[in-house]
């Protein structure tokens, strides 16, 4: 797999053409926004003066005007850089991941399944509405893995019957075949109650966490600062979570600095990434040639598709049989 360092080359040598072309599409739409943006404004400025001098500001009324105006901002905005997001997938990110490995194919549009996402036990709650996009999929060093982006919403409702939204999950999710066949499951959680509470409170709070299999206690004290584990088989995840291994997945945290979530079942890994964004859209408020905005590409696919390095997955430590 290419280095951090060649794929900016490349991103910049190989790519230099169409991110020309991409850069002025996008300070085209940006006058374009600003331009919409600032007729937007006067008009709102119109309608608040009139509901204000008709109604009053707190009427009803002005909540409807302001959620109305939001929601047409938004509409507006994904519809103008709509084509732009799709060329710019097109011809940057699908070469990119040709350069970092041909072995990796690339859908902009589909999404890893909800089964999987579901599999992984991550997150304990019903998912009313899944989508993703940014779709990966191949193997590295002879390791299978898929990943994209993914966003898990549940619907609650409110005392006077209205749907309310709220996300789960948003982020990257990623599934690779783990290099170890076991029976059990073990999750590996953010350990926020004892970052929250400390060591013995924390500790007696997981421990009440009924929705969870048994806590496994690990002996490697950093590790068990960030994370919190839950499995079937004590025995098999100590096992799995060798101290090799612990020592990996908390330099990979220290890297991505988003919480971090990894579970081990089925015979696969799976590893949430909670971005609370869609890693590669571009921006339309940043400049494609800024070496910064290329870096963020760059560094987020080679450190997803890195992780099979990372973890040594590509590492037959135990037979699979």
């Known amino acids: 797999m290419k280095s951090t360092s060649q794929l900016t080359d ?52 002005m909540v409807s005007v302001v959620i109305g105006f939001a929601a047409l901002a938004s509409i507006s905005y994904r519809y103008m850089i709509r084509g732009y997001a799709k060329d710019f997938k097109a011809k940057i990110i699908t070469p990119l991941i040709g350069a970092i490995d041909v072995h990796l194919l690339y859908n902009p549009d589909f999404a890893i399944s909800q089964h999987l996402f ?25 390791v299978s893995l898929e990943f994209s982006d993914v966003h898990a919403q549940y619907q609650t409702k409110d005392s006077k019957g209205r749907t309310q939204w709220h996300t789960l999950f948003r982020g990257l999710f990623l599934v690779a075949e783990f290099n170890k066949n076991f029976k059990s499951r073990t999750v590996v959680l953010p350990d926020l109650a004892e970052k929250t509470f400390g060591n013995l409170i924390g500790g007696w709070l997981q421990s009440k966490n009924v929705s969870r299999d048994s806590v496994i206690q690990l002996d490697d004290p950093e590790f068990e600062k960030k994370f919190v584990v839950y499995g079937t088989d004590p025995i098999e995840a100590r096992y799995i979570l060798t101290h090799s291994m612990m020592k990996r997945i908390v330099e990979f945290q220290k890297k991505i600095s988003y919480p971090l979530f990894i579970s081990f079942v089925h015979n696969h890994i799976h590893i949430a990434i909670e971005t609370k964004k869609d890693l590669f859209e571009p921006s339309v408020f940043t400049s494609l040639l800024e070496y910064k905005q290329a870096m963020e590409y760059v560094n987020t696919l080679n450190s997803t598709i890195g992780l099979v390095e990372e973890l040594k997955l590509n590492e037959k430590l135990w037979s699979k049989s």
Do not use: C
């Not at 599999?119 to 002879?142: E, T």
């Open 118 to 142: 579901t599999r992984s036990q991550l997150f304990k709650r019903d998912i009313d509405r899944y989508s993703g996009n940014d779709y990966v999929k191949g193997s590295i060093d002879g």
């Open 10 to 61: 490349f991103y910049y040598k190989e790519l230099y053409p169409s991110l020309r072309e991409l850069e002025k599409r996008r300070l085209y739409i940006l006058s374009q926004l600003k331009w919409y943006g600032a007729m937007g404004a006067v008009l709102f400025i119109i309608v608040a003066l009139w509901i204000g001098k008709n109604v009053g500001l707190s009427h009803p009324l």
